[in-house]
């Protein structure tokens, strides 16, 4: 699995690359399949009372993209709540690909004849 992480109008430092690691540890628990993870990190010069700091993330799993973005008054809020939706989209796709295995209407028992 590939992760980059890389910082727009922000220096990424060693904190916050760990941060992101230690929160990605959770959907790489939910689902293990991850090819390729893209973190782009962003402070915007905004008003004062506008959202300043944005977070994306493109995750490449095997037959889908994922992408998140949340906006937040602190970097790290934002990183929590990317992370958030980010488990929500991973669990709701392994979800969709484990619900295909189910039996054929043709091998079930007929409920007449019993």
Known sequence: MNLTISGHHVEVTPAIREYVQNKL???RRHFDQVIDIAVILTVDKLREK???HKADINLHLSGKDIHVESLAHD???AIDA???KLDRQVIK???KIQDH???AIKHMPDPASA
């Open 93 to 95: 796709h392994k979800d």
């Open 75 to 77: 970097l790290y809020a």
């Open 50 to 52: 506008d959202k300043r």
């Open 82 to 84: 990317l992370i958030d």
């Open 101 to 103: 295995q189910h039996d």
């Open 25 to 27: 540890e959770r959907v």
